[in-house]
């Protein structure tokens, strides 16, 4: 069965920086499209960034210039570099996979989550 573990939340200070890890077992990940999501409690879930089959990366505008997400398939891990947080990006932040080429932002897309790892940025 597929699973998604994510690591690497914590807290930090406006401005600072979080590397999150997701790491994949029971599938390839080369196989997937991947994101990454956020959730505040009583909100909506949303999609920060997603990484296709290929390599090719689409990011919300909230965090466009400031994540990165990245993948390598040899580890079978997704990576999402978090700079410049702000405390507007507090949430909590969830892996997401798909057997597809390509994929995108909206949560529907996405087949496999992971639980969760909390995030929060103070001012």
């Known amino acids: 069965q597929v699973q998604l573990v994510e690591s690497g939340g914590g807290s930090v200070q406006d401005g600072g920086s979080l590397r999150l890890s997701c790491a994949a077992s029971?599938?390839?990940?080369?196989?997937?499209?991947m994101g990454w999501f956020r959730q505040v409690t009583g909100k909506e879930r949303k999609g920060v960034a997603v990484?296709?089959?290929?390599?090719?990366?689409n990011y919300d505008d909230s965090v466009k210039g400031r994540f990165t997400v990245t993948r390598d398939n040899g580890k079978n891990t997704l990576t999402l570099q978090m700079n410049s947080l702000k405390p507007e990006d507090t949430a909590m932040y969830y892996c997401?996979?798909?057997?597809?080429?390509?994929?995108?932002?909206?949560?529907?897309?996405?087949?496999?989550w992971g639980q969760g790892t909390q995030v929060t940025v103070s001012s």
């Open positions: 997401a996979a798909v057997r597809a080429n390509f994929c995108h932002l909206g949560r529907a897309d996405f087949a496999y």
């Open positions: 029971a599938m390839r990940l080369s196989d997937y499209c």
């Open positions: 990484i296709n089959r290929y390599g090719f990366t």
